[in-house]
């Protein structure tokens, strides 16, 4: 079976500068979503209580809060979770003494104010100071790992294909994160492990295009770098294609089955993937071109050399 | 005779070691995933008094006494210190804990708790197998993160070196003016003139040789400040938190859970998780627990193990021996005046515990005990602690009671002053808990709850069934969508697939620590779908050498060749990516981040050697015309 004709020669550069005017624009909308709404942080990030509570029936949200308004608790979100008959509590962190027992009192007077036999599914408390720790530590991860990253590829590449694939990382990364202000779903730590999820797997998508492209500008001695690009872009985009529906076939059935703990996470690694996927072919590419890479950057020799002894490792 | 040495294989073929070493690998992993297969039992584990160990006879009637009551236990261990009783369902379980606690009740400090042992046969335990063990999202527990106070700690530090400034000053006769705390500056001592303000400096150079001193002048007073250097507060809030933790384990032994976690995080905070447990607020009652200490006096003239209590005294039991002891109300010597407790060596090798107060309580030990040479001193340990009762099957807190404790009662042989030791027939075991116990008798700085979650049990299972099913069914639309696109090296594809999940279980279930959250699930799902990418590229590649018109077996060849340092590029970043993760992340991502990290390591092994030994097993070695792919 083929998806991908064998004899495929799309002019992919052709529209590179859509390509470069739809990344940019959505990369500055991103950004301005990001300023403006900003992301629903999640418990993990704010600090504050919230409570999961499992009804026998299909739970009566405003009843809900009623019920928490009386027992003195007014500044609460209530939302269903999952099911209808699941229900999650925030309380935002409130000074005083017993802030940790606030989870506890949320449910006792559910309990008591329903009659109801209620099942307490989850109580979670988090520090205000863990959370901007939290914060931090995040930021400092995505950052850590770009650079970790643009020190390799500059090793067994070349910077200019350095800046080329940390430039596609900073526009997945960037949109995703757009794309989670747009919807304003709840960012927890799963989601941000998704968002580094995302780095490692466009990065792959990246490096397998730069990778033919080394070796192309090897072997096709008289090429263009543009017309170098564009065939080695035609080279991998079976590769890259199936790569990402195999991926997508399982983050679908975590999307779908997964249940609602995770649906963010593979809500931001869908995105991810089909974001990371364009950003190899159009992001990557463009970013090195436009630097200028040329055939006496990729003369490593080394790239010869470990072929040959991979007789021996497998 | 000469012979080549090197003799050339054919086109794609492996030696037989490497199949064989292939084999042997395959079936170590299945080995050791193989213990996932069996699920758990049931299980009642009870441990003695302070967390220990159960002696036999103690265990037996235990045994006992189920069987008595009708309760069919299905296999009772007694091993390493773990006594376990396994049982057939979950309702036999409460009434098996409910028996055993009312069984033990007089019998001493036992603990009881629920427990779900993996049911592991014994051959394969024997082998080092063990399940995965799952992480609180998925088992239902309590986790809480504390934090010590630090500020507090140092303070703490900082009034005894005030006090014992002043002591040491007075003791060389140097009058100062005053020894205070200045917010940003440090530690002053302030003189009248400059001559006292020198030896003053010198004296205190002398004996507190881990602080910084400088001299200065303000108006009409000399100063001496003195700093705490950075190496000195990091190890003051090190044994903060050490204590701290010591202290938690010993309450943590109370509360009866079966596999408690107690951990440092970074420099101030102690993760604490409690699987099982779903009553936070008994647990944090006890967590939040008080002991305290004091030095007292013996009024021997009640006479040995006495039944009344003279005028001015109490009765007080010694829970090792069972000997009362009649302890006279004052004076007493508070735990808080203890500065440090830790065992040592005396001449003859023989354990000790090192005792250390401020001045003021030395002040006060010297007084009590210079006029009671050769006579007891009893430490006493007074402890809240809760009680509670089987109320519908649950154990509910109904009162709190003060436990008061005769831990030791030796004989003073000299004045003591605010360092002194106590010897006697320890061994070290038991002089390191009773250092400890001294210790958490005097928490320098209280520690808060600054995160807790609870994961009731329903849910637990609930992300359990979740996870597996998205699991099953991602693989197996990945391994249909392969065998229809790939055909026969579709089929090799899914063989590398099957096993690689066969080694990331295996490895998660051999390495200590790690544990199986619901975003590690996620992990080896995305691995899954990722891991498919090795083998992607190299038969993408070997569909574009046919093309080229490359004869099959050259193809299949080059393939393999051209991929590799591809595929080997593209892991490595993802690498990468894991190893931040796991360095900077902390709980859930840190999950996330070791199946991401073992999922990559295998896919290679399975996506390039796997699958290339099964190509050479089917097409190596011969000419081939056309092969399906």
Redesign the interface.
Known sequence: ?R?IK?DLNIDFLKIKMLATVTSVVLMLASIGLLATKGLNFGLDFTGGTLV?V?YEQDADLDAVKSQLANAGFDKVVVQNFGTSKDVIIRVAPIEGEDK??I??KVFEALKQASGENI?????????A??GEE?TE?GG??IL??LI??LI??SV?FEWKFALGSVAALAHDVTITLGLFSLIQMEFD??V???V??V???S??DT??VF??IR?NFLKLRKAEPTGVVNTSLN??L??TI??S??????????FF???A??HG??TA?IAGVLIGTYSSIYVASNVALALGITKEDLMPPE?EK??AD?DA?? | MLYNQQTVRPINTYAGWKYAMLVIVLALAILYALPNIYGEDYALQVSGPKGGPVAAEMFEQIEQNLKDNGVEIKKSTNEDGRALIRLFDSETQLKARRLTAEFLRDKGDFGVALNLAPATPEWLENLGGSPLKLGL?LRGGVHF?M?VDMEQAISKKEDQYIDDFKSLLREQKLRYASVVRVNDVGLVARFRDEETRDSAESEIRQRFNELNTRSRETGELYEVVITIPQVKITEIKDYALQQNIATLRNRINELGVAEPLIQQQGAERILIQLPGV?D??RA?RILGATATISFQLVNESAGYNPSRAPAGAELIKEEDTGINHAIRKSPLISGEHLTDANVGYDENSMPQINVNLDSEGGAKMLAMTSKNINKPMAIIMRESKGIYEEVDGELKLVDTKLVTNVVSAPNIGAALGSSFRITGRFSPTEARDLALILRSGSLIAPAY????????P??GK??IE??K???I???I??LI??L???KVFGLVANIALTSNLVFIVALMSLIPGATLT??GI??I??T???A??AN??IF?RI??EL?EGTNPAQAIHNG???A???I???????L??????F???????KG??VT?FLGILTSMFTA??GS?AIVNLIYGGKSLKKISI
């Open positions: 079976m998806i064998s999961e499992g940790d027992k989870g506890t099942d307490l599914r989850r109580n979670e408390y988090v520090g100071s863990m939290l530590q400092l991860a850590v790992a970790c990253i390799y590829v067994r730590l799963t941000l492990a998704a580094l999820a780095i490692g797997y990065l792959n490096i397998v990778d033919r070796e080279q991998t079976a590769r199936m790569t529906i195999t991926t997508l076939l399982v983050l679908l059935a975590l089955l997964g249940g703990t995770i996470f593979a690694l790239v470990e072929g991979q490792l497998i | 999202d993160l934090e779903q936070s607020e944090k709850f600054v995160e807790e979650r609870t994961v009731g329903s849910l609930q992300n979740l996870g099913t998205s699991i069914v991602g693989f639309a990945v969508f392969m229809i696109y790939y619901l975003p996620a992990g799902v995305l899954v779908g990722m498919v990418d992607v590229l993408e569909r574009e093309r393999y060749d051209k590799f340092s591809t080997a590029d593209a892991n490595i970043t993802t990468i990516a894991a190893l931040v993760l360095g900077i992340g902390t709980g859930p991502v996330f981040a991401l390039i050697v290339r």
